[in-house]
T-cell receptor
Framework: EDQVTQSPEALRLQEGESSSLNCSYT??????LFWYRQDPGKGPEFLFT???AGEEKEKERLKATLTKKESFLHITAPKPEDSATYLC???????????FGSGTQLTVLP | DAGVTQSPTHLIKTRGQQVTLRCSPK?????VSWYQQALGQGPQFIFQ???????QRGNFPDRFSGHQFPNYSSELNVNALLLGDSALYLC?????????????FGPGTRLTVL
């Protein structure tokens, strides 16, 4: 059974204070690891898909990396508008569904 | 380019009632997945529809059923509602022809069961 654990559960940063969110996973035959951003009461917004260890992707202040056991979402010089819950999900084996972690709730203070 | 749309936005029902939620996929997508998200948790997979058939199902009772139409839109039906069915219901669309396909989510339907 695929499993995803995200840490920390909550993170408070000052504007401009860089940090990283962790996503540890176990999956039989990784087909994709996905990062989403979710604002309160809204649907998850797609950020990145990573397919193999060593892969990295960037978008504005966000950079996602992948190893065989975990993924990191690095946030460089965050702004208050980056405040949201960040979700990590995996798809593995013959499964079509995404298995999600519980998310990291990020708050960036001005 | 229209993204994934869902209706209604909010819904209030009482225990024992039945509910139908609707989803239109992103343009060009042929696969629809449904997820249930409880407060403070990640989404949980309910089932996925492709070519008008249920292709995969998560650990949900058969009170949860669905349908996909020829235009790829989909419905989620929940019978005999329980208080524990209160959640945000999310629809996601993707191209179903290969693995590792990115799923794009709609805004969700907030269901409250009283």
């Amino acid at each position: 059974e695929d499993q995803v654990t995200q840490s920390p559960e909550a993170l408070r940063l000052q504007e401009g204070e860089s940090s990283s969110l962790n996503c540890s996973y176990t999956v039989s035959g990784l087909r994709g690891l996905f990062w989403y951003r979710q604002d309160p009461g809204k649907g998850p917004e797609f950020l990145f898909t990573l397919y193999s260890a060593g892969e990295e992707k960037e978008k504005e202040r966000l950079k996602a990396t992948l190893t065989k056991k975990e993924s990191f979402l690095h946030i460089t010089a965050p702004k208050p508008e980056d405040s949201a819950t960040y979700l990590c999900a995996v798809q593995g084996g013959s499964a079509r569904q995404l298995t999600f972690g519980s998310g990291t709730q990020l708050t960036v203070l001005p | 380019d229209a993204g994934v749309t869902q209706s209604p936005t909010h819904l209030i029902k009482t225990r024992g009632q039945q509910v139908t939620l609707r989803c239109s996929p992103k343009s060009g997508h042929d696969t629809v997945s449904w997820y249930q998200q409880a407060l403070g948790q990640g989404p949980q997979f309910i089932f996925q529809y492709y070519e008008e058939e249920e292709r995969q199902r998560g650990n949900f009772p058969d009170r949860f059923s669905g349908h996909q139409f020829p235009n790829y839109s989909s419905e989620l039906n929940v019978n005999a509602l329980l208080l524990g069915d209160s959640a945000l219901y999310l629809c996601a669309s993707s191209l179903g022809t290969s693995g590792g396909d990115t799923q794009y989510f709609g805004p969700g339907t907030r269901l409250t069961v009283l």
